[in-house]
């Protein structure tokens, strides 16, 4: 235990140094997060290399303490060779973060550099070894283990958006590692944690709002790929069947904050890898508070995921299940009190039935389109419309094509609300719509787009075609 205060120690008085020291000299070389006034706010250019002096910090501790000449450091001789092992995966990550920060890497660049690196853990005997309680099969473990790791590194790095954010969220959830690891008796775990605790304090004190220094991707990939190592040690002696599920929730901020991302684009059919103001942080920034404000609600809620990560570790089965369930339910308190639109929308189709609704009238628009392609000729692509318009909701339809007129049962067109006319050359195909149709009308829209672009070349050519839409 007293080479562990050593230790932490140690690696708080080298960041404590080390990051003012790193911050002078990248600012004078002009490596600077400079204010676009989009999604950076701050007053002037920045430095965004704060995983030097923090990487240095990590590595120069665990070195001095591997040579200190006290008895109590043989705790640490004999737990060093796991952090050795993680060094060359460590050091990769890193290396990619630095090369973005200076010189700005692409997305898939990124992403492969991680997924090299979660390779690496796997080659030194680390990976997810069970979930649930289940024993996985190596074809399992090895991408469970990749999407860990990597899902871990982007998770701290999309979360670095405020001052002190990213490193507060990181030391919460590497404290509760370290805590776990002494009282689980998990040497290891507590070793490799304790100088990125105190790596990640002294940082702070340069971090936190207002910043004289940010992490950059150097440092927010590294500390949450150092995590997601450390929660995979943390699961492997896990007191409870649930294993992977306490990391989870120590991790649960950050973590929710990727997937709402991954989802939130998908939703809004935008780029994965893309950028927004769309995070946890922008939405409380939204409601009106401080950054600084931000950063300690944050740190609160990641108080409450370190309190019942550890009560799950230790607690018995039927306990550890009721605390899932109790972190299930704050995480969806949460995101109902942000108010994401895209989720509040998804969630309102499925529960009317509107989603499957909006499935079948997609399928009802393909069949349509692909017999009206099998038509050979305009009487038989009239029998098509005629049969299908009111499935797209249209109450009537009438055309005059090729000098013949044809009509539906044309009814009052006075509860109609608009209709549409597709200009074909001189002739011209008419749909009625009502007000309570129950049909979108980007569907109608497409249907009405099949049939212009299916009789055309049934039709002598005259003049270009026009398509309107007028009231009625």
């Known amino acids: 235990m007293y080479s562990l205060w050593i230790l932490g120690a140690i690696s708080f008085l080298l960041s404590l140094g080390l990051t003012p020291l790193a911050r002078n000299i990248f600012a004078k070389w002009g490596v600077l997060d400079k204010p676009d006034h989009v999604r950076k706010f701050h007053g002037c250019g920045i430095p965004r290399v704060g995983g030097v002096p923090l990487a240095l910090s990590y590595v120069t501790a665990l070195l001095i303490a591997l040579v200190f000449p006290i008895h109590t450091g043989t705790t640490i001789r004999h737990a060093i060779p796991l952090a050795i092992r993680l060094l060359p995966a460590a050091g990769l990550i890193f290396a990619v973060g630095l090369i973005d920060d200076v010189f700005g890497l692409p997305a898939k660049q990124k992403l492969g550099g991680q997924i090299l690196a979660s390779i690496f853990v796997l080659l030194v005997g680390i990976h997810v070894e069970s979930i649930g309680g289940h024993p996985l099969p190596i074809w399992v473990s090895v991408p469970v283990t990749i999407i860990w790791l990597v899902g871990c590194a982007n998770a701290v790095n999309l979360i670095d958006g405020l001052d002190g954010l990213?490193?507060?969220?990181?030391?919460?959830?590497?404290?509760?590692?370290?805590?776990?690891?002494?009282?689980?008796?998990?040497?290891?775990?507590?070793?490799?944690?304790?100088?990125?605790?105190?790596?990640?304090?002294?940082?702070?004190?340069?971090?936190?709002?207002?910043?004289?220094?940010?992490?950059?991707?150097?440092?927010?990939?590294?500390?949450?790929?150092?995590?997601?190592?450390?929660?995979?040690?943390?699961?492997?002696?896990?007191?409870?069947?649930?294993?992977?599920?306490?990391?989870?929730?120590?991790?649960?901020?950050?973590?929710?904050?990727?997937?709402?991302?991954?989802?939130?684009?998908?939703?809004?059919?935008?780029?994965?890898?893309?950028?927004?103001?769309?995070?946890?942080?922008?939405?409380?920034l939204a409601r009106g508070l401080t950054p600084r404000r931000v950063a300690l609600v944050l740190y609160m809620a990641c108080t409450l995921s370190a309190v019942l990560a550890l009560l799950q570790s230790f607690a018995d089965e039927r306990f550890a299940s009721v605390i899932v369930v109790l972190c299930c339910v704050c995480v969806w308190m949460g995101i109902q009190y942000l108010g994401y639109v895209e989720f509040g929308t998804a969630g309102q189709l499925v529960a009317r039935g509107a989603f499957r609704h909006l499935l079948n009238a997609h399928i009802a628009l393909a069949s349509f389109e692909d017999a009206l392609k099998k038509a050979h000729d305009v009487e038989s692509c009239w029998e098509v419309i005629e049969e299908t318009h009111k499935t797209f909701g249209f109450s009537d339809v009438e055309s005059t094509v090729n000098g013949v007129h044809r009509r539906g049962v044309i009814k009052d067109h006075s509860s109609c609300t608009w209709s549409v006319t597709i200009y074909l050359n001189d002739d011209y195909v008419r749909l009625y719509r009502l007000e309570n149709s129950a049909i979108e009308p980007a569907l109608a829209a497409h249907y009405a787009e099949c049939i212009r672009k299916v009789l055309l070349p049934h039709l002598k050519p005259v003049r270009k075609f026009r398509t309107a839409a007028s009231g009625t």
Not at 231 to 252: Q, R
């Open 166 to 284: 990213a490193a507060g969220v990181g030391l919460f959830a590497a404290t509760t590692a370290l805590i776990v690891g002494l009282l689980g008796h998990n040497f290891e775990l507590a070793i490799v944690t304790v100088p990125l605790v105190g790596s990640l304090l002294g940082f702070l004190c340069y971090n936190f709002n207002p910043a004289s220094i940010f992490l950059g991707d150097s440092g927010s990939l590294l500390i949450g790929f150092l995590l997601g190592c450390f929660g995979i040690l943390w699961s492997e002696k896990s007191a409870t069947i649930l294993g992977m599920t306490a990391p989870l929730i120590a991790l649960s901020i950050p973590l929710m904050d990727v997937g709402l991302a991954v989802v939130r684009r998908f939703l809004r059919q935008q780029p994965i890898f893309g950028a927004d103001r769309g995070h946890i942080h922008h939405k409380l």
